[in-house]
């Protein structure tokens, strides 16, 4: 069993930065792909980004290329979300994602993962 914990989140104003962090507890996050979705009040929850096992390959929503940039560092067994130039619609609950069923690239929906943090909350104010 895996246990994710999320950091980093909180209020910030539009245009600045923000960064999430992720850890697993008890195990090597080096054996799992990991992946970031978030849900904003009334809506589904939505795919946002995603590493594989090395970092070397990653994939983003369409709706924060650009802004946002998924990393990992194996070593600190830990990953990250940097969010750049927020928007009040980037405002949700941020959920970071782990699974080892994946020796290359990453999922992009969220039944791809079995392991799930409480969720940080993060609010972007115009």
């Known amino acids: 069993q895996v246990q994710l914990v999320e950091s980093g989140g909180g209020l910030v104003q539009a245009g600045s930065s923000l960064r999430l962090s992720c850890a697993p507890s008890g195990r090597s996050f080096s054996f799992y792909v990991m992946g970031w979705f978030r849900q904003a009040p009334g809506k589904e929850r939505e795919f946002v980004a995603c590493?594989?096992?090395?970092?070397?390959?990653?994939n983003l929503a369409d709706s924060v290329k650009g802004r946002f940039t998924i990393s990992r560092d194996n070593t600190a067994n830990s990953g990250y979300l940097q969010m750049n130039f927020v928007k009040p619609e980037d405002t949700a609950v941020y959920y970071c994602?782990?699974?080892?069923?994946?020796?290359?690239?990453?999922?992009?929906?969220?039944?791809?993962?079995?392991?799930w943090g409480q969720g940080t909350q993060v609010t972007v104010s115009s």
């Open positions: 994602t782990a699974d080892r069923r994946f020796l290359s690239g990453c999922p992009s929906v969220g039944e791809g993962y079995a392991y």
């Open positions: 590493i594989d096992r090395s970092g070397s390959d990653t």
